[in-house]
């Protein structure tokens, strides 16, 4: 690498550093969200929590460095063609020919760890995230909470008043129950009730309460002085999947092959699109200022939108979309930027 490759190469790690870190702390935080879902029905520590997040990584980094990649290497070009170094570089003898092989071949670098993140770590994440959640189940008490609705315990609907604790544990006053079956509904109202987990069986205990069954036009109502009602979780954890067993469904499962196709896209998507990038940051700025942040939105929306509508054809839209926009770029860096420069 020579000296004017390591100084490209060092202002587009710095626009790169900055624009990614604000990519990344958004897609987490979106992520982070998902993962807070998870909380509705067990309790998690906060190390477990960042256990959850670490599954999750692989395609956090998946959806931020290529765009944030594409985005970078346009805004740098533009940045230089504002203070006039590209020109500088283009009368020193540092052609555009020369500069785009530099780049396609960092963006296939990128793009290859892509693909190995896109195809190997994101299905074992995704295996282990599931093991984690199924493993907490068997474990870990139901994390019910007082005067909130939708929470569920098996088949019931459960909603609680009040909550304390004894010697005993944890004490639910207040507790209805409501379980919605075609052609019959059932409530159970209980004044009050415990939970436990016996080896990976949850058990609700429930205390004086009522029964109310109805069917069309009849009713019945039972009184009770204790009831138990138990769901048996799985008590084993799956063995982890490879990444080939885990694509091999592909052939039964349409989500899988459709989210094949875009991994692999999205990963493919920097070196697709590096010659574009370099055609709309590099610019005569006095005449196009402005082109550059529309034509950057005009790219990721066209490519974006092209994975979302036709990604459930797998290996052919891959091909296509790629070949597509790789060719586009090619065409558009001639004519824009090796006719002038």
């Not at 587009?12 to 998902?34: P, R, Y």
């Not at 998690?44 to 999750?56: A, D, G, R």
């Not at 203070?83 to 960092?106: C, D, H, M, Q, W």
């Not at 190997?120 to 139901?142: G, M, Q, R, W």
Request: aromatic letters at 18%; a positive charge.
């Amino acid at each position: 690498m020579d000296r004017t490759a390591r100084y490209l190469f060092s202002n587009f790690l710095g626009t790169f550093a900055s624009l990614f870190a604000t990519l990344f702390l958004i897609m987490s935080i979106v992520f982070f969200i998902q993962i807070a879902r998870i909380t509705s029905y067990i309790e998690i520590t906060f190390i477990e929590l960042f256990k959850l997040y670490m599954f999750m990584l692989p395609r956090v980094l998946l959806f931020t460095v290529p765009i944030a990649f594409f985005v970078s290497l346009a805004l740098m070009f533009f940045r230089l063609s504002r203070e006039n170094e590209s020109i500088v570089l283009f009368t020193l003898g540092y052609s555009p020919v020369r500069i785009a092989k530099f780049f396609l071949i960092v963006s296939g670098a990128v793009s290859i760890f892509l693909i190995v993140t896109a195809i190997i770590l994101i299905p074992t994440a995704a295996e282990l995230n599931s093991n984690f959640v199924s493993y907490k189940k068997t474990v870990a008490k139901l994390n019910l909470k007082t005067t909130e609705f939708g929470q569920k315990f098996s088949d019931w609907m459960v909603f609680i008043q009040n909550e304390k604790s004894d010697e005993n544990g944890t004490l639910y006053e207040g507790v209805t129950l409501y379980s919605p079956k075609e052609g019959a509904h059932r409530f159970v109202l209980a004044k009050n009730a415990r939970l436990t987990n016996n080896n990976a069986v949850l058990e609700f205990t429930l205390s004086e309460g009522k029964i109310y069954d109805m069917r069309d036009a009849s009713w019945h109502k039972t009184d009770f002085g204790t009831m138990k009602i138990s769901t048996a979780q799985e008590d084993s954890v799956a063995q982890t999947k490879s990444f080939v067993q885990y694509w091999q469904a592909m052939s039964e499962d349409k989500k899988r092959a459709k989210d094949f196709a875009t991994y692999v896209l999205i990963a493919l998507f920097p070196l697709a699109t590096t010659l574009f990038a370099l055609s709309l940051g590099i610019v005569t700025y006095r005449y196009e200022k402005g082109f550059v942040y529309f034509g950057i939105f005009g790219v990721l929306f066209g490519y974006f939108t092209l994975i979302m509508l036709f990604s459930s054809r797998v290996f052919i839209a891959i091909a296509a979309i790629f070949l597509l926009f790789f060719i586009a770029s090619i065409f558009s860096f001639r004519a824009k930027i090796l006719k002038r420069y």
